[in-house]
């Protein structure tokens, strides 16, 4: 049990171009969801916190209006990365909270590799 | 201060052998820390959590020591085998459910 997805599993666009990564939770259902960005060899940094039903809380220095995330129910969410550029290139990585538990425990999906050329 | 700091950076342990590997925090706010274990090109999975009521945990050949006055836990890995090889995550959470990691400890057990 608890497994989460994410799709796609990499990527690769072009610079300009928008990209869409998936997060379901598969087996439970997930009132909250968070993104992480993670670069080579280093550590998790939150990006967000997802909420069902609302607007999604940001990190500070953190773009909202580049970094879209809608959590439209209790098992997606989603994070589009708008006119993505070469920096933006990262390995992106969501993870959820099942809220019919009252454990603190996070699920962590494989991650989706973006390269933005 | 949400700062995680962990240590060491990179360990090489003989097969058999003892795995160590610290964190210390700074937020009295921090309720909860688990251990997180990532191989390369994959998502975190979790090790071992603990909570500050309690100062050890022990989870197979995995062992969290927990010391809240010093504001510092660790994770003990015995009998440390090749498969064991990974990054290590320490993480703290204050209730909000949004992780604050450590820098990640790069593991290698040598067969």
């Known amino acids: 049990g608890a497994v989460v997805s994410q799709h796609p599993s990499w990527v690769i666009c072009k610079s300009g171009t928008s990209v869409k990564i998936e997060c379901r939770s598969l087996?439970?259902?997930?009132?909250?969801m968070f993104w992480y960005r993670q670069f080579p060899k280093q550590s998790l940094m939150l990006m967000a916190t997802s909420n069902e039903g609302s607007k999604a809380t940001y990190e500070q220095g953190v773009e909202k209006d580049k970094f879209l995330i809608n959590h439209a129910s209790l098992t997606l969410s989603t994070l589009t990365v708008t006119s993505a550029h070469p920096e933006d290139s990262s390995f992106y990585i969501c993870s959820a909270s099942n809220s019919g538990t009252s454990t603190d425990t996070q699920y962590f999906g494989p991650g989706t590799r973006l390269t933005v050329l | 201060q949400q700062q995680v700091k962990q240590s060491p950076q990179s360990l090489i342990v003989q097969k058999g052998g003892i795995s160590i590997i610290n964190c210390a925090y700074e937020?009295?706010?921090?309720?909860?820390f688990p251990w997180y274990q990532q191989f390369p090109g994959k998502g975190p999975a979790l090790l071992i959590a603990?909570?500050?009521?309690?100062s050890e945990k022990k989870e197979g050949r995995f062992t969290i020591s927990f010391n809240k006055s010093a504001k510092q836990f660790s994770l003990h890995i015995m009998d440390s085998q090749p498969g064991d090889s990974a990054t290590y995550f320490c993480?703290?959470?204050?209730?909000?459910?949004?992780?604050?990691f450590g820098s990640g400890t790069r593991l290698q057990v040598q067969p």
């Open positions: 937020n009295t706010a921090f309720d909860y």
């Open positions: 993480a703290a959470d204050t209730g909000r459910r949004a992780l604050t």
């Open positions: 087996d439970f259902q997930a009132t909250t």
């Open positions: 603990i909570r500050p009521d309690v």
